[in-house]
């Protein structure tokens, strides 16, 4: 808009000039000249009278007269052009003009030639309203940024609950600013704030019913199992008997898994915290492990001698090692070394640091920020021995920021590599 409306005014005052204020400014300077030379003579005295009351510039050229009245400022720019350079177009100097020596020159009866100007010096006197005017600009625009920041900072407010929002957090809405009167952003944070109550209410029905079903099954479970176990015995039964049995404790566990993974993602997960020793916790695991899998004697612990105690649910701790540790043993299969678990501690005494390796195939990169999410699986078509069901992961990553900690999954080229951090404060 400023520049059209620069380039517009421009184009209209230069088409007024041609056409008005040039034969306005020659018969101005024939006037002068008539009364610099009022008997055909220029007259240094007339020509210093008139500078002294016009901000003008007079030079006076001939044969028996060459004054200037500055003779300490520059030339005209025009002039200086046409000096510099004779053979030039008459277009040299100021714009497309042709004429401003018929505009500006005049030579009088006995041959001298008279040339005007504007006294630039007036004009410099003041540089001081150009600078005041620089500080007002930048005052007006650093009032106006601070204004329309404020009008925008609602935005930020909503992006900020709208992170939340993603990352499952609804227990703090957006802040609406004049809730009785809001405006189109207060509306708009208000209409996300319901939207994220909804997105609650429907997940926390989700786990409801998650938690009731788990609940129900148990119960049928169990009486299945007992009666299975009460089958005769004998070489015909035995095969259908122990495949029976197996499946019932899969679902048993999976079961167990689904209660665990609903009551860590509650808003009032509980945990029974005592002091507990990681390393010794960590043998009891593998010891465990060994019973059902030899495979995991070959795990190695790598651990200083001496590690704190830390404040931890020892239940919910061995169910991470015990499904980091399965992980890993199921996926390294042929793998040229053995899992390995990291035991350090972070700095300043502020906890523990788990870290579960093997040297496997690994996952591929595009699925890494899904492995801890509840029933994914990397490969589909695996069968369910060779991939659980997606809740293995999914528990560790809830256990760990139940404690206050994080979960991280990386590519360890070859093998993956999932580190735990566990604080040593609540």
Same mark, same amino acid.
């Given at each position: 808009?400023?520049?059209?409306?620069?380039?517009?005014?421009?184009?209209?005052?230069?088409?007024?000039?041609?056409?008005?204020?040039?034969?306005?400014?020659?018969?101005?300077?024939? #006037?002068?000249?008539?009364?610099?030379?009022?008997?055909?003579?220029?007259?240094?005295? #007339?020509? +210093?009278?008139?500078?002294?009351?016009?901000?003008?510039?007079?030079?006076?050229?001939?044969?028996?007269?060459?004054?200037?009245?500055?003779?300490?400022?520059?030339?005209?720019?025009?002039?200086?052009?046409?000096?510099?350079?004779?053979?030039?177009?008459?277009?040299?100097?100021?714009?497309?003009?042709?004429?401003?020596?018929?505009?500006?020159?005049?030579?009088?009866?006995?041959?001298?030639?008279?040339?005007?100007?504007?006294?630039?010096?007036?004009?410099?006197?003041?540089?001081?309203?150009?600078?005041?005017?620089?500080?007002?600009?930048?005052?007006?625009?650093?009032?106006?940024?601070?204004?329309?920041?404020?009008?925008?900072? @609602?935005?930020?407010?909503?992006?900020?609950?709208?992170?939340?929002?993603?990352?499952?957090?609804?227990?703090?809405?957006?802040?609406?600013?004049?809730?009785?009167? @809001?405006?189109?952003?207060?509306?708009?944070?208000?209409?996300?704030?319901?939207?994220?109550?909804?997105?609650?209410?429907?997940?926390?029905?989700?786990?409801?019913?998650?938690?009731?079903?788990?609940?129900?099954?148990?119960?049928?479970?169990?009486?299945?199992?007992?009666?299975?176990?009460?089958?005769?015995?004998?070489?015909?039964?035995?095969?259908? #008997?122990?495949?029976?049995?197996?499946?019932?404790?899969?679902?048993?566990?999976?079961?167990?898994?689904?209660?665990?993974?609903?009551?860590?993602?509650?808003?009032? +997960?509980?945990?029974?915290?005592?002091?507990?020793?990681?390393?010794?916790?960590?043998?009891?695991?593998?010891?465990?492990?060994?019973?059902?899998?030899?495979?995991?004697?070959?795990?190695?612990?790598?651990?200083?001698?001496?590690?704190?105690?830390? @404040?931890?649910? +020892?239940?919910?701790?061995?169910?991470?090692?015990?499904?980091?540790?399965?992980?890993?043993?199921?996926?390294?299969?042929?793998? @040229?070394?053995?899992?390995?678990?990291?035991?350090?501690?972070?700095?300043?005494?502020?906890?523990?640091?788990?870290?579960?390796?093997?040297?496997?195939?690994?996952?591929?990169?595009?699925?890494?920020?899904?492995?801890?999410?509840?029933?994914?699986?990397?490969?589909?078509?695996?069968?369910?021995?060779?991939?659980?069901?997606?809740?293995?992961?999914?528990?560790? #990553?809830?256990?760990?920021?139940?404690?206050?900690?994080?979960?991280?999954?990386?590519?360890?080229?070859?093998?993956?590599?999932?580190?735990?951090?566990?604080?040593?404060?609540?």
């Amino acid at each position: 808009m400023s520049f059209t409306f620069i380039s517009g005014a421009q184009k209209a005052f230069s088409v007024g000039w041609r056409e008005a204020a040039r034969p306005v400014l020659m018969d101005y300077v024939d #006037r002068l000249t008539a009364d610099v030379a009022a008997g055909g003579s220029p007259s240094i005295e #007339r020509a +210093q009278a008139l500078t002294q009351r016009l901000p003008l510039t007079i030079d006076i050229v001939g044969p028996r007269v060459n004054w200037r009245s500055h003779p300490d400022h520059q030339r005209p720019h025009w002039l200086r052009e046409r000096a510099r350079d004779r053979g030039a177009d008459d277009d040299a100097g100021w714009g497309d003009d042709k004429d401003w020596q018929q505009l500006l020159q005049r030579t009088t009866a006995d041959r001298h030639r008279l040339e005007f100007g504007l006294n630039e010096a007036v004009f410099d006197r003041r540089p001081k309203i150009v600078g005041y005017t620089l500080v007002a600009l930048l005052i007006l625009t650093l009032l106006a940024f601070l204004y329309v920041r404020r009008l925008l900072r @609602p935005l930020d407010d909503i992006r900020q609950g709208a992170l939340r929002f993603g990352a499952g957090r609804f227990d703090q809405p957006i802040p609406v600013r004049h809730p009785r009167g @809001p405006d189109e952003l207060g509306e708009l944070a208000a209409t996300i704030n319901t939207m994220g109550q909804d997105i609650q209410q429907m997940l926390d029905a989700q786990r409801s019913l998650l938690l009731a079903i788990s609940h129900e099954l148990r119960s049928p479970l169990t009486r299945a199992r007992l009666n299975t176990e009460l089958l005769p015995e004998g070489v015909d039964v035995a095969p259908q #008997r122990e495949a029976l049995l197996r499946d019932l404790s899969e679902m048993a566990r999976l079961i167990s898994d689904l209660l665990e993974s609903e009551r860590l993602a509650g808003r009032h +997960q509980a945990l029974s915290r005592e002091p507990t020793d990681p390393v010794a916790l960590a043998r009891d695991v593998i010891d465990e492990l060994t019973i059902t899998q030899p495979a995991a004697r070959s795990i190695q612990l790598h651990a200083p001698y001496s590690l704190p105690t830390l @404040p931890l649910d +020892q239940i919910r701790v061995r169910l991470l090692l015990r499904n980091l540790l399965d992980n890993a043993l199921r996926h390294s299969t042929g793998a @040229p070394r053995a899992v390995e678990l990291h035991i350090r501690a972070l700095e300043a005494g502020q906890g523990i640091e788990l870290e579960v390796r093997d040297h496997g195939p690994g996952v591929p990169d595009d699925q890494l920020p899904h492995l801890a999410q509840a029933f994914f699986r990397p490969d589909t078509a695996r069968t369910r021995n060779a991939g659980g069901v997606g809740l293995g992961l999914y528990l560790c #990553r809830l256990v760990a920021q139940a404690h206050g900690g994080t979960f991280a999954v990386r590519n360890a080229h070859p093998g993956l590599a999932v580190t735990v951090t566990l604080p040593s404060a609540p």
